[in-house]
């Protein structure tokens, strides 16, 4: 009897102890993921979206954000939009429960949960902006922001003068973010002042441009290699969170000369990537100047039309120099600006060409530049100390 009586005492606990850890699985659209947090230790912890499946556990649950609402959330159709969803399983059914709910529900589990657009634009003040500043991120609930990048952008002509992010390893600890936010703020965005872009600009530009090059470059078009392309790398500073910011794009977006941007600005970003894997540092990136055509002797403007509305078109040109303004983030280093030629129409003999003393090899970090960053065709690369560029270099943040 007292066999008996052990075997059941521990027959009931181990069926306890295995509902109790009983694991979940969510799945959702990969290609459009909300935002994922488990609780670790008592440590928010963001989920890797990648597989388009999360398995957690039941007891600790699944905590989900989504900044426009989800969508296909509830196994009972319905087309009210969520931006706060609590995941948790019973009997191997998946349940959700929203802020406002007072019962778990039965939710739909098909693979199709999906979040349009995690990371929005938010009016905010930026730092050296004298234009409209914009923060790029999301909220996680109501009390914490992530942000991946600030812009100074102008309303007017729909353009960033400049775009300032953190180059580091971002952390997957949600209190954490801090360091990593580029507005030095973890406060929630307040939703009244999200700022609504529209992909249009962005694909008249990516469809102009190429006309324009075959129409206007003449013999000079098989050189003008030029595409729209993000002026940072916004997808690498992102690290897990890289399926959120698909809609930085039309934003952060300017012609690039392919081969710059293709060789050595591309080897430029690794370095960047690599030397922050040891300490944070601050990134401030823009164009300045425009390319030009050479013709008999003089330089030919080069512009193409981008239709904003039936009403109003705007004029743009090709930037002539990308830079990069690099500097460690505890503000004890001045840093350095690294400036690329985004043109095939280059000659480092002319005196306007590098117009500051070159301190590229004086960086270590830039060493596996050296060999190439003077390659015409490879985007000519020199370096500036900051005061030297300061009112050079057009959007350049007065720091």
Request: hydrophobic fraction near 40%; charged fraction near 20%.
């Given at each position: 009897?007292?066999?008996?009586l052990l075997f059941t005492v521990l027959a009931v606990n181990f069926y306890i102890i295995g509902v109790l850890a009983e694991t979940c699985t969510l799945k959702f659209n990969k290609a459009k993921p909300g935002l994922f947090t488990a609780k670790?230790?008592?440590?928010?912890?963001?989920?890797?979206?990648?597989?388009?499946?999360?398995?957690?556990?039941?007891?600790?649950?699944?905590?989900?954000?989504?900044?426009?609402?989800?969508?296909?959330?509830?196994?009972?159709?319905?087309?009210?939009?969520?931006?706060?969803?609590?995941?948790?399983?019973?009997?191997?059914?998946?349940?959700?429960?929203?802020?406002?709910?007072?019962?778990?529900?039965?939710?739909?589990?098909?693979?199709?949960?999906?979040?349009?657009?995690?990371?929005?634009?938010?009016?905010?003040?930026?730092?050296?902006?004298?234009?409209?500043?914009?923060?790029?991120?999301?909220?996680?609930?109501?009390?914490?922001?992530?942000?991946?990048?600030?812009?100074?952008?102008?309303?007017?002509?729909?353009?960033?003068?400049?775009?300032?992010?953190?180059?580091?390893?971002?952390?997957?600890?949600?209190?954490?973010?801090?360091?990593?936010?580029?507005?030095?703020?973890?406060?929630?965005?307040?939703?009244?002042?999200?700022?609504?872009?529209?992909?249009?600009?962005?694909?008249?530009?990516?469809?102009?441009?190429?006309?324009?090059?075959?129409?206007?470059?003449?013999?000079?078009?098989?050189?003008?290699?030029?595409?729209?392309?993000?002026?940072?790398?916004?997808?690498?500073?992102?690290?897990?969170?890289?399926?959120?910011?698909?809609?930085?794009?039309?934003?952060?977006?300017?012609?690039?000369?392919?081969?710059?941007?293709?060789?050595?600005?591309?080897?430029?970003?690794?370095?960047?990537?690599?030397?922050?894997?040891?300490?944070?540092?601050?990134?401030?990136?823009?164009?300045?100047?425009?390319?030009?055509?050479?013709?008999?002797?003089?330089?030919?403007?080069?512009?193409?039309?981008?239709?904003?509305?039936?009403?109003?078109?705007?004029?743009?040109?090709?930037?002539?120099?990308?830079?990069?303004?690099?500097?460690?983030?505890?503000?004890?280093?001045?840093?350095?600006?690294?400036?690329?030629?985004?043109?095939?129409?280059?000659?480092?003999?002319?005196?306007?060409?590098?117009?500051?003393?070159?301190?590229?090899?004086?960086?270590?970090?830039?060493?596996?530049?050296?060999?190439?960053?003077?390659?015409?065709?490879?985007?000519?690369?020199?370096?500036?100390?900051?005061?030297?560029?300061?009112?050079?270099?057009?959007?350049?943040?007065?720091?």
């Amino acid at each position: 009897m007292v066999r008996l009586l052990l075997f059941t005492v521990l027959a009931v606990n181990f069926y306890i102890i295995g509902v109790l850890a009983e694991t979940c699985t969510l799945k959702f659209n990969k290609a459009k993921p909300g935002l994922f947090t488990a609780k670790v230790d008592k440590n928010d912890i963001i989920q890797d979206p990648q597989k388009g499946f999360i398995k957690f556990d039941s007891s600790s649950g699944l905590d989900t954000y989504c900044s426009t609402g989800f969508r296909n959330y509830a196994a009972i159709t319905t087309s009210k939009l969520v931006y706060q969803l609590k995941f948790t399983c019973s009997a191997g059914s998946l349940m959700y429960q929203t802020p406002e709910g007072t019962s778990m529900e039965l939710a739909n589990n098909d693979g199709n949960l999906l979040c349009e657009d995690e990371a929005q634009y938010y009016i905010q003040t930026v730092q050296y902006c004298k234009n409209t500043g914009l923060v790029y991120g999301f909220n996680v609930g109501n009390t914490t922001s992530i942000s991946f990048a600030e812009i100074c952008y102008d309303l007017k002509n729909y353009r960033a003068e400049f775009v300032h992010y953190v180059a580091g390893v971002r952390t997957k600890l949600v209190d954490n973010q801090f360091d990593f936010n580029p507005n030095n703020s973890t406060k929630s965005f307040p939703a009244f002042k999200s700022y609504t872009t529209d992909d249009k600009i962005f694909l008249e530009e990516y469809k102009n441009l190429p006309v324009a090059l075959r129409m206007k470059a003449a013999n000079y078009a098989n050189l003008m290699t030029s595409r729209i392309a993000n002026l940072i790398p916004v997808e690498q500073i992102a690290g897990i969170m890289e399926p959120y910011v698909s809609s930085f794009r039309n934003m952060g977006a300017i012609a690039w000369w392919s081969n710059l941007l293709d060789y050595n600005w591309r080897q430029l970003q690794y370095l960047i990537r690599d030397l922050s894997q040891v300490g944070w540092y601050e990134v401030y990136a823009g164009f300045s100047d425009e390319v030009a055509l050479p013709s008999e002797g003089r330089n030919l403007s080069f512009t193409y039309e981008v239709s904003i509305s039936p009403l109003q078109t705007l004029s743009r040109s090709i930037p002539l120099y990308v830079w990069n303004y690099v500097k460690k983030g505890d503000n004890k280093d001045s840093g350095v600006v690294i400036i690329g030629v985004n043109s095939p129409f280059f000659s480092n003999e002319a005196k306007e060409a590098v117009f500051c003393q070159d301190i590229c090899d004086k960086i270590s970090w830039m060493n596996p530049l050296k060999n190439t960053r003077k390659f015409a065709t490879m985007g000519y690369i020199f370096c500036c100390h900051p005061q030297d560029v300061k009112t050079r270099l057009t959007g350049f943040p007065l720091i």
